[in-house]
């Protein structure tokens, strides 16, 4: 139990304790920025004293949300939002920490208390990204085609091309943060490519600059 409070390192990251607030899904965001919510929610756990502090599931593309109501981090506007949050953990001691991920199969639905099933496209949803055509569950959209592998890595490589463009590069990337990666789009050997080229890349900024 002693160890519970006592400082840790992992890798360049210094914790000030062992305790991790693991990724929370909030359903609170609007077009993938994280709101006012976010702030209170992260920034609470970090004033009561965890030393890392984990985002929910934030997607790595539009396309990789669970619900259209979930964080992302593929666009600038997306940095610039997750700023005050991430600050706001800091001046607590804690360090923050960001879960990437693609829902796959998963995406284009409804949060659970509005019955977790598709969104219809008239309604905001999208086509899932996944490597088949089979639903994850009953009530999930359905994929008309699979995804291919090098239409996809050739997607993701194009995004971060796009995303150094905008400013990017010239910011001060520092390893200030933990970053979980998780995906239900296989294969993972593609998602783990493009995190590390892009989300990776913007996320480490959003913490350093």
Request: aromatic share 10%; with cysteine; hydrophobic share 40%.
């Amino acid at each position: 139990m002693a160890r519970l409070f006592a400082s840790f390192r992992l890798r360049e990251a210094q914790l000030k304790n062992r305790i991790v607030v693991s990724p929370m899904c909030e359903y609170s965001a609007v077009d993938g920025h994280p709101q006012p919510w976010h702030l209170v929610h992260l920034g609470s756990r970090a004033v009561g004293g965890a030393g890392l502090v984990f985002t929910e599931a934030t997607a790595v593309e539009a396309r990789g949300r669970i619900s259209p109501a979930d964080t992302g981090m593929y666009l600038a506007s997306h940095v610039d939002a997750w700023r005050p949050i991430v600050g706001f953990v800091r001046k607590q001691g804690a360090a923050a920490g960001m879960q990437l991920a693609h829902s796959g199969r998963k995406g284009s639905t409804k949060p659970p208390w509005l019955g977790g099933k598709g969104v219809p496209p008239e309604e905001g949803g999208w086509e899932p990204v996944a490597p088949s055509t089979e639903p994850f569950d009953k009530d999930y959209p359905v994929r008309s085609r699979p995804a291919r592998s090098a239409k996809s890595w050739t997607l993701f490589e194009e995004r971060r091309r796009a995303l150094s463009r905008r400013d990017l590069k010239s910011w001060r990337f520092t390893p200030p943060m933990a970053i979980c990666c998780t995906s239900s789009y296989l294969p993972s050997a593609i998602f783990g490519r493009m995190n590390l080229a892009a989300a990776s890349r913007i996320a480490s900024a959003s913490f350093s600059r």
